[in-house]
């Protein structure tokens, strides 16, 4: 998906209709201070603006990537700061990238276990089953 902002303001409709998200979740972003509340119309409207567009097509693309909100609270000072080096956002990449490999062994670790599991089960019409036996035990 694209995220490039539109050449022109968006009410918060349009730009949950443009970026492929709910309206929700735009909300949710300035809840918590990762986007801006933007400027309003005479009516009330809430109207983003090319950067308000660029920073919520920032957001959503390093949420896609996996990047944690506090992740992304860190990438989002040092671009606002305009004074970051690259190693600064390297060294928050990476940190990512050691977390996404310690989540991949606890998945093949965990797929491993149901493997053997699921191979103890015969899978037929009796009550005893060797799964639910291994999950009971775990209690």
Same mark, same amino acid.
């Given at each position: 998906?694209?995220?490039?902002?539109?050449?022109?303001?968006?009410? /918060?409709?349009?730009?949950?209709?443009?970026?492929?998200?709910?309206?929700?979740?735009? /909300?949710?972003?300035?809840?918590?201070?990762?986007?801006?509340?933007?400027?309003?119309?005479?009516? %009330?409207?809430?109207?983003?603006?090319? %950067?308000?567009?660029? /920073?919520?097509?920032?957001?959503?693309?390093?949420?896609?990537?996996?990047?944690?909100?506090?992740?992304?609270?860190?990438?989002?000072?040092?671009?606002?700061?305009?004074?970051?080096?690259?190693?600064?956002?390297?060294?928050?990449?990476?940190?990512?990238?050691?977390?996404? %490999?310690?989540?991949?062994?606890?998945?093949?670790?965990?797929?491993?276990?149901?493997?053997?599991?699921?191979?103890?089960?015969?899978? %037929?019409?009796?009550?005893?089953?060797?799964?639910?036996?291994?999950?009971?035990?775990?209690?």
């Amino acid at each position: 998906m694209s995220f490039a902002a539109a050449d022109h303001p968006l009410k /918060r409709g349009a730009l949950a209709r443009r970026f492929g998200c709910n309206i929700e979740t735009i /909300r949710y972003y300035e809840n918590i201070a990762l986007l801006a509340a933007p400027e309003r119309t005479s009516g %009330g409207h809430r109207v983003y603006s090319q %950067g308000d567009q660029a /920073r919520l097509g920032f957001i959503l693309r390093a949420r896609e990537l996996g990047f944690s909100v506090d992740e992304l609270r860190s990438l989002l000072s040092l671009s606002d700061s305009r004074v970051y080096t690259c190693g600064e956002v390297l060294a928050v990449t990476e940190r990512h990238l050691d977390d996404i %490999g310690r989540k991949i062994s606890d998945l093949r670790r965990l797929q491993r276990t149901l493997a053997d599991m699921s191979a103890r089960c015969a899978g %037929g019409d009796v009550p005893e089953c060797p799964i639910m036996d291994a999950l009971v035990a775990a209690v």
